[in-house]
Every structure is written in structure tokens, then in C-alpha cells.
């Protein structure tokens, strides 16, 4: 499975985005400084904003034209979101709306204590949005700075989730360790244009780091 994006452009109220050509296969993090456009692209992704030119496609098929509810994409926006529904209800709703099972979903990320509760902390609401995302069976997951509103121990724990989906990822961050610790390939988002791709060389070395200097760990051990 992939993900393309070919010439494509965004002008608006001043912003203007240029991509020429991106792919994703496995887990792209698009790095850029707030502002660069990295929403803005993700948003475009969706269908909930128009461009003056580009198209989108997946695994060769071009869905630029189609509404967002019609797109083979699971979204996890910036903004944290919270449904009135229980954890178990949230998943079977969605279940029943896309023909799905969350049994699996939960099972595969291990988000099984997670749905037996009542109310969640910020980061298993997090875990929970992408569980749900996931329901939609979607050939490629788009995540607008899911680990932003985190501490530490939670934002490890949605990027471990993170690193057992299978499904290709575009997966946007201001903060380099993270882009670092989950990424196979980085794309740099300058000046809005996309400087460059470049492959992840240092995700083992970032990953070991982490687990010899996790200070919450050893806080815990002293």
C-alpha cells in the first residue's frame, strides 16, 4: 500500500504550500516548524480543504476528488477528542458504522484494560482515537501531532502503539527526537516546500537512548 502526493499546491489568504512529490509507504514523519503547513497538508489530505492544483492517490488510484468520508484514510487531528460514550461504546458504534471489528484492533495493540474503563486520561483517550481510526479499515493513517498535549510516559506509549501499525503512515511533528524515534524515512518541511526526504538512520540508536536515559524508568528502580 501507499500514499502519493503529486504537484501539488495550496494558496490561501497568503499561505502558499508546494509539494512536488511525496510517498508513503511505511511510517513518513513530515517535520516543520509551527506554521510550516504541515495541518494545512494533512486537511488537504482529507478532503476538507481544496488546492489550486495536485492529486492524491492511493496504491496508484487518484481520490482527490472524492468527499472525506469517502477516502480511504484514518485521521487523528491535533485536537484531542473526547466523545460521551465509553470507551467500549465508542468502539462498537464505530464498529457498526464501518462493518468492522474492534475485537482484533484492541487485541493486536494490546488496548484491552483500556476498554473495560469508564473514563480515560489524555493519553488513553489518544489511544483510544486511534483504535477508532483504525476501525475504518483504512489504507493509510494520517496523525496531526497526536503525542502534542502528552507527557513523556504517555507520548511513549501511543508511539509504541504507533510502531505496531502495519498500515502505511504520514505522521506530522515539530519535535525532531520524536520524528527520530518513530520514523522510517523524515520529510523536512521548509520554507513551504518539501526540502528533502531523507532515511531514518538513527531510529535503533534514538530507540536504545531512550530506553538506557528514560528517567521516569529509572526514577522508579532507585
Not at 75 to 85: H, S
Not at 110 to 115: A, P, T, V
Not at 127 to 143: G, V, Y
Amino acid at each position: 500500500m501507499a500514499l502519493e502526493i503529486h504537484d501539488l499546491l495550496i494558496v490561501r489568504d497568503g499561505f502558499r504550500l508546494e509539494i512536488e512529490y511525496l510517498r508513503v509507504e511505511r511510517k513518513t514523519v513530515l517535520l516543520g516548524r509551527n506554521g510550516a503547513g504541515k495541518s494545512t497538508l494533512l486537511k488537504y489530505l482529507m478532503g476538507f480543504s481544496k488546492a489550486v492544483r495536485g492529486r492524491t492517490l492511493i496504491d496508484g488510484v487518484n481520490i482527490s476528488n472524492l468527499p472525506p468520508e469517502e477516502r480511504p484514510l484514518g485521521y487523528i487531528p491535533q485536537r484531542l477528542i473526547r466523545l460521551p460514550l465509553s470507551p467500549l461504546r465508542q468502539l462498537e458504534f464505530f464498529s457498526r458504522i464501518h462493518g468492522s471489528d474492534y475485537r482484533p484492533i484492541v487485541a493486536k495493540l494490546g488496548l484491552q484494560s483500556l476498554i473495560e474503563k469508564r473514563s480515560l486520561s489524555i493519553g488513553e483517550t489518544q489511544l483510544l482515537t486511534i483504535a477508532t481510526a483504525l476501525l475504518k479499515n483504512p489504507r493509510a493513517l494520517l496523525m496531526d501531532e497526536p503525542c502534542a498535549n502528552l507527557d513523556w510516559p504517555n507520548k511513549r506509549t501511543v508511539l509504541e502503539l504507533v510502531n505496531n501499525i502495519e498500515v502505511p503512515i504520514l505522521y506530522v511533528t515539530h519535535d525532531p527526537f520524536e520524528a527520530l524515534y518513530l520514523a522510517d524515512e523524515i520529510a523536512l518541511l521548509e520554507d513551504k516546500r518539501l526540502s528533502g526526504v531523507y532515511k531514518n538512520t538513527a531510529k535503533n540508536k534514538v530507540g536504545e537512548i531512550y530506553e538506557q536515559y528514560d528517567l521516569y524508568q529509572l526514577l522508579k528502580r532507585m
